[in-house]
């Protein structure tokens, strides 16, 4: 039951974070296509720049699409050996989720509250 409830967890975060990858590539299209003609060295600069180019990075490849992806890759893993995550990645998971969710409305980011509540119940089942 542990392993099933981390394997939704982890296909619910992949689903999440490869669906804001795919979205914001296609409202930002553009400047990742400049991105690409222009060389990728350097194409997003820290300082300076247009605000919509900064603004398709922070929103795609600069987020937490990535890092979510893998989060829930390494969590489907360790589901799959019988291993439990610990309550605390659950707990931060979604005290992230409210958070952004309460500063961007309306917003899916309370969708991230169910992952982190099922890593939190299965590390209590664990």
């Not at 039951?1 to 930002?28: D, E, K, Q």
């Not at 400049?34 to 300076?48: E, F, K, T, Y």
């Not at 998971?93 to 969710?101: D, H, K, L, S, Y």
């Amino acid at each position: 039951m542990t392993s099933r409830l981390l394997r939704w967890a982890s296909a619910i975060m992949i689903f999440i974070g490869a669906g804001h990858l795919v979205l914001s590539f296609l409202l930002s299209g553009e400047h990742v296509g400049r991105w690409i003609s222009h060389g990728l060295w350097a194409a997003v600069p820290l300082l300076g720049g247009s605000p919509e180019n900064a603004a398709a990075f922070w929103g795609g490849l600069g987020s937490f699409s990535v890092p979510q992806i893998l989060l829930g890759c390494l969590i489907w893993y360790l589901a799959g050996r019988g291993v439990t995550v610990p309550a605390g990645i659950g707990w931060g998971f979604a005290a992230w989720c409210v958070v952004g969710g309460l500063l961007l409305v309306p917003s899916p980011f309370f969708v991230g509250v169910i992952p982190g509540a099922l890593i939190v119940l299965a590390a209590r089942r664990g």
